[in-house]
T-cell receptor, first 107, second 113 residues
Framework: DAKTTQPNSMESNEEEPVHLPCNHS???????IHWYRQLPSQGPEYVIH???SNVNNRMASLAIAEDRKSSTLILHRATLRDAAVYYC????????FGAGTRLTVKP | DAEITQSPRHKITETGRQVTLACHQT?????MFWYRQDLGHGLRLIHY???????NKGEVSDGYSVSRSNTEDLPLTLESAASSQTSVYFC????????????FGPGTRLTVT
């Protein structure tokens, strides 16, 4: 089963970097790692995905461990609008969302 | 701009009634998905489709059905609504095969009384 493990919640201060960890110890060679976030009362929103190499886009960076059993989503400067539930997904045949990490950003 | 819409946004129905939730996307995506999200939990996959006339069962498909007659629409039907199906329902779409990101609709909040 393609399950991931994330902390239930994390806090950050505004304008500071945030590192959101995810363990995916059952990952296989062709499984992509996807991150989504869900703001209150909205549908999930794609953040970033990767396979082996670290990835950057306008929203975030994704650092993938060399053995691919863990990854970290990096928000370089958290804003109040980044407060959301962040989901790490090990994409095999379909998307399996866990409970995610609830990120609180303090002003 | 391309988008994905769901209707209705809120629905209250009675136990035993048939209910259909609509999902429409203008991305011209082949893949479409239905999820449910119960309070305080992550999303669970109900059904999905990889193209017209294609439908597949997901993790929690019992009591639900879908049909795909065109690219743009994937309606979700609850054959006989049950209180356990009270939830928020999200539709999503993505490009063809591959690790493409999914685009989600705004959700439909369904209450079965």
């Amino acid at each position: 089963d393609a399950k991931t493990t994330q902390p239930n919640s994390m806090e950050s201060n505004e304008e500071e970097p945030v590192h959101l960890p995810c363990n995916h110890s059952t990952i296989s060679g062709t499984d992509y790692i996807h991150w989504y976030r869900q703001l209150p009362s909205q549908g999930p929103e794609y953040v970033i995905h990767g396979l082996t190499s670290n990835v950057n886009n306008r929203m975030a960076s994704l650092a993938i461990a060399e053995d691919r059993k863990s990854s970290t989503l990096i928000l370089h400067r958290a804003t109040l609008r980044d407060a959301a539930v962040y989901y790490c997904i090990q994409l095999r045949n379909d998307m399996r969302f866990g409970a995610g990490t609830r990120l609180t950003v303090k002003p | 701009d391309a988008e994905i819409t769901q209707s209705p946004r809120h629905k209250i129905t009675e136990t035993g009634r048939q209910v259909t939730l609509a999902c429409h996307q203008t991305w011209n995506h082949n893949n479409m998905f239905w999820y449910r999200q119960d309070l305080g939990h992550g999303l669970r996959l109900i059904h999905y489709s990889y193209g017209v006339q294609d439908t597949n069962k997901g993790e929690v498909s019992d009591g639900y059905s879908v049909s795909r007659s065109n690219t743009e629409d994937l309606p979700l039907t609850l054959e006989s609504a049950a209180s356990s199906q009270t939830s928020v329902y999200f539709c999503a779409s993505s490009e063809s095969a591959g690790p493409h990101e999914q685009y989600f609709g705004p959700g439909t909040r369904l209450t079965v009384t």
